[in-house]
């Protein structure tokens, strides 16, 4: 993997601007059966875990508008592959056998291929392996412990239905496991209650009717470089009480709970398999302060749109609660099948 450094924008007014750090992105690439595709890396010294099996990916390049752009990028460059349906999983602290620790943001995406099909340009071959292989192989310890836990995500049934099985009879049923991941009617169907995620969002409005919008970190988890609502996910509380923490944290802004409105809701499966989630949007019709970046491994610049130039890339779901807000809807339903 390379290092590298994301290229900034130009600020819009009102911005406030936080240098982003570096970052990488690969790919967690896996199939129906739970098994993972592996890349065996050159013995070559100097180079990042040389000889070892890792995951496709690479340094974010000049021309990469988002770490997205960078794993697509990277995989038609390595492989020529193309997996439509990538969604942020993790970011992985890789450390490297000299000690040095990157960032890397990974995305996880389903593919069934054959790997002899594919046309490598770099190292020496890719590869499906089970879990209970990896321990075995050469590996960052890292990567192992990532693909660790995605594989009990999978078996929790948070990706797919939940197989009765474990690491050490894995093989006697990979013929009859569930493909992953289960889609949301699959979801709605399977007759296992399915919790769903409640998130608070800010919407916020100046004097010039400018919306408050911010540019989340590359390595974020979720949405990275991409602008959204100041947000967060309740803990042990009410949507507002909430609401009122995550602007004191995030931006230091001064709310007054009486001072806040709900305005619309977006019920939505975000990603195929994951589990649906309730985004709340509340309106504080006051509030103290000016916003600043206060976290800013979260958000990089909070920045005042016209609701008729909202920047891109924006959060799918954030834009369409805009829309129904100015439309005055209270409810919008989105990526259900």
Do not use: K
């Amino acid at each position: 993997m390379n290092d590298q450094t994301p290229q900034p924008g130009s600020a819009p007014p009102h911005q406030l601007q936080v240098q982003p750090q570096r970052a990488n992105a690969s790919a967690l690439i896996y199939n129906g059966s739970g098994a993972y595709l592996l890349h065996l890396r050159d013995d070559i010294p100097g180079i990042w875990e040389p000889g070892s099996w890792s995951l496709l990916g690479g340094g974010r390049e000049p021309g990469d508008r988002s770490l997205e752009e960078t794993i697509r990028r990277e995989l038609r460059e390595e492989a020529g592959l193309d997996i439509p349906d990538l969604a942020p999983f993790a970011v992985e602290q890789a450390r490297s056998s000299d000690g040095t620790t990157v960032p890397i943001q990974i995305f996880a995406g389903q593919w069934s291929g054959d790997p002899a099909d594919l046309e490598l340009t770099e190292g020496v071959m890719l590869h499906w392996f089970r879990p209970e292989v990896m321990p075995r192989l050469r590996m960052a310890p890292s990567t192992c412990d990532l693909l660790r836990r995605h594989t009990e995500l999978l078996d929790a049934g948070h990706y797919g239905p939940a197989p009765s099985t474990t690491f050490a009879d894995a093989d006697t049923t990979a013929a009859v496991r569930p493909p992953h991941p289960r889609t949301p009617s699959a979801a709605a169907t399977s007759g296992r209650g399915l919790p769903h995620i409640i998130g608070v969002h800010l919407y916020l409005e100046n004097a010039h009717g400018e919306i408050l919008l911010g540019l989340r970190h590359p390595d974020s988890a979720y949405a990275g470089e991409t602008w959204h609502f100041l947000a967060g996910h309740c803990e042990q509380e009410s949507a507002v009480a909430c609401l009122v923490r995550e602007a004191r944290e995030e931006a230091g802004l001064l709310i007054d709970p009486g001072d806040v409105e709900y305005v619309h809701a977006v019920h939505l499966v975000d990603v195929p398999g994951t589990p649906p989630r309730m985004q709340l949007v509340f309106r504080a019709r006051r509030w103290t302060g000016t916003p600043e970046v206060l976290e800013p491994d979260r958000c990089v610049s909070w920045s005042w749109w016209r609701p008729e130039a909202l920047p891109e890339p924006l959060v799918p779901y954030a834009r369409a609660a805009i829309d129904g807000i100015r439309a005055g809807r209270l409810y919008t339903e989105w990526g259900w099948t």
